[in-house]
């Protein structure tokens, strides 16, 4: 074999190994979708099973694939054949965030996992599953801790002026006080959060700033765990909680 010919298949040689190792790294990438790479159905690289759509994981799926994965596998069978409840599943791991995401309002999807008095269904059959793994989420993921990944409460008000968007609490310094002094309570009472509390979440505005600093400076009052209302508990409780240690940075509107 001539030398030219020789440095030509060598060539193809190296250059089919490198299409190899390209397109294998290509597909790996979605071999592993119960973390956070995964595929939605209908997409060109399908995968019935993927828990959210490509590169949208987030604590709650990782939650769900990691410690429900008996209940996870179960669901979704490696044929891809999937159980009615998977959906539940799905739409909980898609959307576990209550109040702003990427600058639209969303409701969290994990409701149907609410369920306090579920108990565990001593047999075998599809009801049986369907509750274990209501448990298992419900138990690990959705009521797991004071700041559970599978319900997010995410603060935010509407910038000033058409079409400048929203910000949340974790955009400014004074928001991101406020979340890290009183997460757990702001999951407690995402749906009673104060207006005057939303407006730390853009101080960089005067008429925000002013508003957030007069709210983390009034008195909490006199707690009303006797014989007051959802409400009035939660604002007592957010202003312990949240306001005393964060109100100089406030000030600074940043």
């Excluded at 290509?26 to 939605?40: E, R, T």
Aim: proline residues 6%; charged residues 20%.
């Amino acid at each position: 074999m001539r030398r030219r010919d020789a440095l030509t298949l060598g060539f193809f040689g190296l250059l089919a190994s490198a299409c190899t190792v390209l397109v294998g790294n290509q597909l790996g990438k979605y071999s592993d979708f119960k973390v956070s790479d995964a595929v939605h159905p209908g997409s060109q690289q399908t995968d019935p099973c993927a828990l959210t759509g490509p590169d949208a994981g987030n604590a709650c799926s990782e939650c769900i694939a990691e410690k429900c994965a008996a209940d996870y596998s179960y669901a979704c069978q490696p044929d891809g054949s999937t159980k009615s409840w998977f959906s539940t599943m799905q739409k909980c791991a898609e959307d576990p965030v209550e109040g702003y995401r990427d600058g639209r309002y969303a409701y969290n999807a994990c409701s149907s996992y609410n369920r306090p008095d579920a108990e565990q269904i001593g047999a075998e059959d599809e009801a049986a599953h369907e509750r274990a793994a209501l448990i298992c989420v419900r138990d690990k993921c959705y009521k797991s801790s004071p700041t559970p990944p599978c319900y997010q409460c995410s603060v935010g008000i509407k910038k000033p002026g058409s079409g400048s968007g929203v910000a949340v609490l974790q955009d400014s310094d004074c928001g991101r006080c406020i979340a890290d002094n009183c997460g757990a309570v702001l999951v407690r009472c995402c749906d009673q959060v104060p207006e005057a509390l939303k407006a730390c979440a853009y101080p960089q505005d005067p008429t925000n700033k002013g508003t957030c600093v007069a709210l983390l400076g009034a008195d909490a009052g006199k707690d009303p765990a006797d014989g007051g209302n959802v409400e009035t508990k939660c604002q007592y409780d957010l202003a312990m909680a949240c306001y005393g240690g964060c109100i100089g940075v406030c000030k600074l509107g940043h």
